[in-house]
Each structure stands twice: as C-alpha cells, then as structure tokens.
C-alpha cells in the first residue's frame, strides 16, 4: 500500500469524523437554543438544570419563571424531540428512495409518498375509525403512504426497468390526485376536521406531544435500522442491477423491502406533522457531495443532518416573526425549491437533455 493511498484513507476518515462530530454538535446547539426560545423565558443553564434534576442529580438551576417547567416539558421537549425524529425519517427515507431508484431526484414528497399518507390519515380524520387512539391515525398514513409508494414504482416500470423520467412524471400525477383527494375531504369535513386537514397540508410541529413522540420514536428507530440492515446491497446495487444480480443481491426484493420501510418512515412522520417536502431531497445530497456515495455512511448521516435540519427549520418558524408560529412546509419549501430547481437543470445537462 502506497504512502498517497495511506495518506487519502487518513483524510477520509478524517472527513467522516469531522461531519458526524459537526452534525452532533449543531444538534445539540439548536437543541439548546430550541428549548431556551420561546414566551416563557428560560437560560440554558435552566434548561441543563431541569434536565439534570428528571435524572436524579440535584445540579443546576431550575426555571426561574413559575410557568419555565411545564413549558419545558408539555411544550418545548416533546416538540423538538418530535422534530429530530421527523427530520431524521424524511433525511434517511430520501437517502434510501435515491439509492433504491437511482436518481438522484426521487424523493418522498417529488414522487407522492406523503401525499398519500396524508391521504390516510386525512380519511381517518373525517370518516372517524380511531380505533387505537393516536396509532390509528399513523397506521392509515402507513396505508397511504404504501400504496402510493407501491403504485409510484409499478407505474414507473418499463422493460424491467425504473425511468428517471417516468418516476417524476408519475410522482407528478399522484401528487395531484392526491391534493383533490385532500380537497374533497376538506370540503365535506366538520370545521373541526377541516381545520385538522388543514394544519397537515401546512406542516407543523405546535401539536407536539410525548404521546405522538412515543408513536413515532419506534418506528423511526426501526426504520432507520432496517435501512442500515440493506446498505450494503443499496451500494452493490448502485454498481448497475445486472452486476448487483452477479454478486447475489435479489434487486426486485430490495426494492420492494425499500419500499416498504420508505412508506414506515414517512408515514410516521407525516402522521402528526403534516407534509414536509424537500428535506429528502436536500440533506441526503448535502451529505453525498461531503461523504460520497456508499450508504453505510450516507445513510445515518442523512438521518442526522434531516434532524438538523428540520430542527433549524422550526427555529425559524418559531422566531421568523414575533408571537406567530409561520407553517413548517411553507419554511422547508421555499428552502428546498430552489435547490431541487438547481438539481433538476445539473441532471439535465449531465444528461444532455431528455427530449
């Protein structure tokens, strides 16, 4: 082994513990900053000292303000609890769609994913079947978001193979279909489930709590770990599907296993927060430009940057403008947008154009 080949393995490593070390530390800042900001004034060392005292160490102070501790726990933890947990389901999910499909344009929202939950959970909403309570509605968006999931790639299919093309067109299509589906609920739904449909078409974390925490902190961790379980295939299949199917990978099962855990990890998120685009389809390309392209490491680091990033998200949201809490989707939107414009033109010219 050559001192230049040595001397790259270093760096490398290198830029992968410098990444990783920068994402945890933004984390843990915005975090911070996220449980400080707010009505009710708090410091961070009020926000350690109220953590240190719920584990048993009497250090630190506690909130000064009479109101700093219920506002701590019932308001602020769950809410950016919730938003590290969404933003890291929509970075791993786009991290997963883009390598499953191979393009880099596929993504949740682009190709109807959570449009389709929201569906199912818009039809929970004002046709009733709120059997288990919160987990009745995550499971119809699990619903929705399968079977649209599922249609998206049938549809996309030509000749055993999946079209860049075809899968944006379709993802197109489904998101209309889908936005009627919404509408036509809306509109022979009580003022009360409307306002609910509402709030989903919007995104937004206000509706928080440890309960909607509680439904999506499993499946996001099962998600994750089922999309770190194929990894290895996903950068196998990245070598072309005629060469992953020499190695032994069976592709149409690793993708329909895809498939499956991108519906769990979308859905789970979109079942209390509303539809957030864009963040799948940013973060997992951030990270691939810094890391490159081998999903064992592009994929925990999606999922951790998409909690960065949403949690900054919601900060904006929050502190954009005083006493009003602006809709997540709209913020993630207006971010994400130009970037996906961007990306669609640099995939065209490397392409040399798709007329």
């Known amino acids: 082994m050559t001192n230049r080949t040595l001397a790259e393995r ?31 004034p708090t410091t961070p060392l009020e926000v350690l000292g109220s953590l240190a005292h719920r584990v048993g160490l009497e250090i630190g102070p506690m909130p000064a303000h009479p109101s700093g501790e219920v506002t701590l726990w019932q308001v602020r933890f769950p809410r950016l609890t919730l938003a590290i947990l969404v933003g ?41 079947g709120s059997f288990a309570g919160a987990w009745s509605v995550a499971f119809a968006a699990f619903v929705g978001g399968l079977v649209t999931t599922v249609a998206v ?18 993802g197109v299509a489904v998101n209309a279909f889908a936005g009627g589906v919404i509408a036509f609920f809306t509109f022979v739904a009580s003022p009360a489930a409307r306002d609910r449909i509402v709030f989903w078409q919007l995104g937004s974390l206000a509706g928080a709590t440890w309960q909607s925490v509680a439904v999506v902190g499993p499946l996001a961790l099962l998600g994750i770990g089922a999309s770190l379980a194929i990894a290895r295939r996903l950068d196998l299949l990245a070598l072309g599907e005629n060469v992953a ?21 979308v859905a789970s998120g979109v079942a209390f927060t509303g539809i957030i685009l864009f963040v799948g389809l940013v973060v997992p390309h951030a990270m691939r430009m810094v890391l490159g392209p081998a999903h064992r490491l592009l994929i925990p680091a999606s999922a951790l940057a998409g909690a960065v990033v949403l949690l900054a998200a919601d900060l904006v949201t929050r502190t954009l403008v005083a006493n009003v809490d602006l809709p997540l989707g709209m913020v993630t939107s207006l971010a994400g947008a130009p970037f996906f414009f961007w990306l669609l033109r640099r995939t065209r010219a490397r392409q040399g154009g798709w007329a």
């Open 10 to 40: 270093r760096a490398g490593r290198g830029r992968v513990l410098a990444t990783f070390g920068a994402l945890v530390v933004a984390l843990v800042g915005l975090a911070l900053i996220s449980a400080v900001v707010g009505q009710v």
């Open 153 to 170: 790639y049938f549809l996309a299919r030509n000749a055993g193979r999946t079209e860049v093309v075809t899968l944006i067109l379709t």
């Open 245 to 265: 199917r020499h190695l032994g990978v069976n592709v149409e099962r690793l993708r329909q296993f895809a498939i499956v855990v991108v519906a769990l990890l």
């Open 88 to 128: 890291a389901c929509l970075g791993c999910a786009g991290a997963l769609l883009q390598g499953v499909f191979a393009n880099p344009l596929a993504e949740p929202g682009v190709v109807g994913v959570s449009s389709g939950a929201a569906v199912g959970a818009s039809s929970v909403i004002v046709l009733g």
